[in-house]
C-alpha cells in the first residue's frame, strides 16, 4: 500500500532482446483489469501506439504514425468496437475524419482536401462502398458540389459554380466514370442551355 492509502497501480515493462530499449509497457487498474498499453512497434526506442481501456475494455487507440514523437491517429472504440478514426497534421490540425457502422465498415469520411482547416468535403458509404460525395469548396458551409456514384464509380456531378444555391452545371458519366455529357446553364436562368457531349474524353458535340 502507498502512503496515500491506495493501492499502487501495478506496471509491467518489457524490454527488447537486444539493446535493453521498453518496446511495451503495461499498467493495470485497481481491480487487476488492463487499462494502458504503450507500445514501441518500430522499436526505436519511443513510444508510438498507446491503448486505453476502462473496465478492461478498449475504448481508444492513440498512434504516432510518422515517428514524429506525436500522436496523429485517433481511434475510438465502443463495445470493443471501432466507432470512429481521427487524423491530425503535424500542426495538430484535425484533416480527416472516419466514421464506422456495427460491422466496422466506413460510412462516413470527412476531409480536409485544400488544407485549411476544414473539412470541406465528405464521402458516404453504404456497405463498404462509395455512394455520394458532398463538397463546400467556397468556404461559406454550403455544399456547392455533389457526385452520385453507382457501383462504386461517378454517375452524376452536380456544381453551383458562383455559390448563389442554384446548379449551373451536371456533368454525367459513363458506366465506366468516363464523362459523356456536360450541361450548362449560361445564362443562370436555373435551365440547362449548353450541352457537350464527349466520346473517350474528347468533344463530340455541342448545342
Known amino acids: 500500500m502507498s502512503g496515500s492509502g491506495h493501492a499502487e497501480i501495478p506496471h509491467v515493462t518489457k524490454n527488447t532482446p537486444h539493446g ?18 504503450r507500445l514501441d512497434t518500430d522499436q526505436d526506442g519511443h513510444m508510438d501506439t498507446f491503448q486505453y481501456s476502462e473496465d478492461g475494455v478498449l475504448i481508444r487507440i492513440e498512434r504516432d504514425t510518422d515517428a514524429d514523437r506525436h ?3 485517433v481511434d475510438y472504440f465502443e463495445k470493443g468496437r471501432r466507432t470512429r478514426q481521427k487524423e491530425r497534421d503535424k500542426d495538430g490540425n484535425l484533416f480527416q475524419e472516419v466514421i464506422f457502422d456495427a460491422n466496422q465498415q466506413v460510412t462516413r469520411i470527412r476531409k480536409d482536401t485544400i488544407a485549411d482547416g476544414r473539412l470541406d468535403t465528405t464521402y458516404l458509404f453504404e456497405k463498404g462502398r462509395i455512394v455520394r460525395v458532398v463538397k463546400d ?3 461559406d458551409g454550403i455544399t456547392n458540389i455533389q457526385e452520385i456514384y453507382q457501383e462504386g464509380k461517378p454517375h452524376e456531378r ?13 456533368i454525367t458519366f459513363d458506366i465506366a466514370g468516363i464523362p459523356v455529357e456536360n450541361a450548362l446553364d449560361t445564362d443562370k436562368d436555373g435551365y440547362m442551355d449548353t450541352f457537350r457531349t464527349y466520346q473517350n474524353n474528347m468533344l463530340v458535340a455541342l448545342e
Open 137 to 139: 469548396t467556397t468556404g
Open 20 to 37: 535493453g530499449k521498453t518496446e511495451r509497457s503495461v499498467e493495470f487498474d485497481d481491480k487487476g483489469n488492463l487499462s494502458r498499453l
Open 158 to 170: 452536380r456544381e453551383d459554380l458562383d455559390g448563389d444555391g442554384v446548379i449551373e452545371q451536371i
Open 71 to 73: 500522436v496523429d491517429t
